[in-house]
């Protein structure tokens, strides 16, 4: 009931006319920014930092909601029209939805895909609205050794999981816990790795690493690879409107598409790609139609679209209440945070109730205009793929830069934001995830102050992290998922028929 009394608060702040407008704003930009192939919502969110923070945080952060949302809706226009997936996540929308296009059912492809998004939208909204505070309550009782596990566990499961490979996924969170730790170390005084340059005393910005990293290495990155081919839109035909028999096929997926999406994004290594094969597979299992499979299956876009949207609801649940971000946009707003002066975690919803329950009833008004922008308008979200890619690449490295300039007006930012992007650069181009320096960025310096809180407080003793059932069971998750995948691989392994030496 309290629950319901705080979301009815939160209406009140985003139905102003104010943050409704922002809400507007966020959505378009977000399905805008979703369509365009190669531009997520982490690249605009990070090009929106530099000018946004002189906003009110409420407005601010109803606009990046509106953005990530809108994005995920975007996402599948390009995948089910252009064959692109746009993030990670689409990529199993593209497998059956282009199939749906090329065979004249785009209309019905995008059609299941935004009424999924919608129904597995706000069933997650309610999920955050109903489980958060459960997870406050909980996060409440951790001491500094029991934060100090759970971002161990956190720095293993998200890192290992934003990528292709554990070792470059810890490697790109070390650099980034690095770079975390530069600046005046607020216990000793002392300054750590300024190498005597002035401006760094007070650490590096984490809007600057983030600006560099997803907006100019991305774009550095998509456009050295805009020569690597030319891809083909799928004119859109028939209606949107789908058939009494779509419709059949396509409830049953978005239910079970949103009963997979949103714990698996509420937990730490869940992320949104986890879920969405999940569902395409059980969806393949229990289909009626599985000769349709891989030639255009409805179900096949229902389910994982669903499961997709309820895993970005399900994502905000460990942002909020504990601080933890399991994906990169999720990362990027909660350097948005820190750049207010605010820390998400339990005490958020004390301290910050407007901002926590405004949030999350624009959550529902998102959905709802996305539901209406969407559908009517696609032919106008499809004509934006007809932009031409230098004069949009350009365009985020001019705002990039002069966003950056304008946080400090300092020309030191303006060289971190090149080094940055050029590492980012790197990284993107020998597939080393991005995500874990602004996570390792953020959470490091933190960490370090919950490990020196414990051993403060167990005068040394450093048994304080074993003897703790909590902090214990954490680091015991942490260490079965380091171990984990490679036992799992030596157990697939196959043996050799003959052994030398046997007889």
């Known amino acids: 009931m309290e629950s319901f009394t705080n979301l009815m608060a939160g209406f009140a702040v985003a139905l102003t006319p104010a943050n409704l407008l922002w809400s507007l704003a966020g959505v378009t930009l977000g399905t805008a920014i979703g369509v365009l192939p190669g531009l997520g919502p982490g690249l605009t969110i990070a090009l929106l930092l530099p000018i946004t923070f002189k906003v009110d945080a409420t407005a601010a952060f109803i606009l990046f909601a509106g953005i990530y949302y809108g994005a995920m809706y975007g996402g599948s226009t390009t995948s089910i029209l252009l064959n692109t997936p746009g993030e990670s996540a689409t990529i199993v929308t593209a497998l059956e939805g282009n199939k749906m296009a090329r065979a004249g059912r785009g209309g019905a492809a995008l059609a299941t895909a935004a009424i999924g998004s919608f129904v597995a939208g706000t069933i997650g909204t309610m999920g955050i609205t109903f489980l958060a505070p459960v997870v406050v309550d909980f996060a409440l009782a951790f001491g500094p050794a029991d934060y100090f596990a759970l971002m161990i566990l956190a720095f293993v499961t998200v890192s290992a999981v934003l990528g292709s490979s554990a070792v470059r996924g810890l490697t790109a969170l070390f650099l980034g816990i690095l770079l975390g730790f530069v600046g005046v170390d607020l ?26 990293l997803f907006a100019v290495g991305e774009t550095l990155y998509m456009a050295s690879r805009y020569r690597y081919g030319k891809d083909e839109i799928v004119p859109l035909r028939g209606s949107i ?10 409830w049953k997926p978005w239910i079970r598409g949103t009963i997979l999406g949103f714990p698996i994004g509420a937990m730490p290594a869940g992320g949104a790609e986890i879920p969405t094969f999940l569902s395409y597979y059980l969806e393949r299992k229990l289909t009626k139609y599985p000769e349709e499979f891989g030639k255009g299956a409805i179900e096949g876009v229902a389910g994982p679209e669903a499961a997709n949207n309820a895993s970005t609801a399900g994502v905000l649940v460990p942002m909020l209440t504990l601080g933890l971000p399991t994906s990169a946009t999720a990362a990027i707003m909660l350097s948005a945070f820190q750049s207010y002066g605010i820390n998400p975690g339990p005490l958020l919803f004390q301290t910050q109730p407007q901002l926590v329950w405004g949030l999350i009833a624009s959550l529902f008004i998102g959905n709802t205009m996305l539901l209406v922008l969407n559908l009517p308008m696609i032919a106008l979200w499809v004509k934006m793929l007809k932009i031409p890619a230098p004069l949009l690449y350009a365009g985020v490295l001019v705002f990039a830069t002069i966003g950056t300039y304008g946080i400090s007006q300092s020309p030191v930012d303006l060289i971190l934001l090149y080094l940055v992007g050029g590492a980012g650069y790197l990284m993107r181009r020998y597939d080393f995830p991005t995500a874990p320096v602004i996570i390792g960025m953020i959470l490091g310096p933190l960490a370090e102050q919950n490990l020196r809180q414990a051993l403060t407080i167990s005068a040394g003793d450093w048994s304080v992290f ?14 079965i998922a380091v171990v984990a995948p490679h036992l799992y691989e030596l157990m697939r392994r196959p043996r050799p028929d003959n052994v030398p030496g046997d007889a």
């Open 187 to 212: 216990q000793t005084g002392q300054p750590r790795f300024t190498f005597g340059i002035p401006e760094l005393l007070d650490g590096i910005n984490v809007i600057v690493v983030a600006v560099g």
């Open 241 to 250: 409107w789908m058939t009494r028999d779509e419709w059949k096929r396509s």
């Open 466 to 479: 074993v003897s703790r059932p909590l902090s214990a069971s954490l680091l015991a998750l942490a260490a």
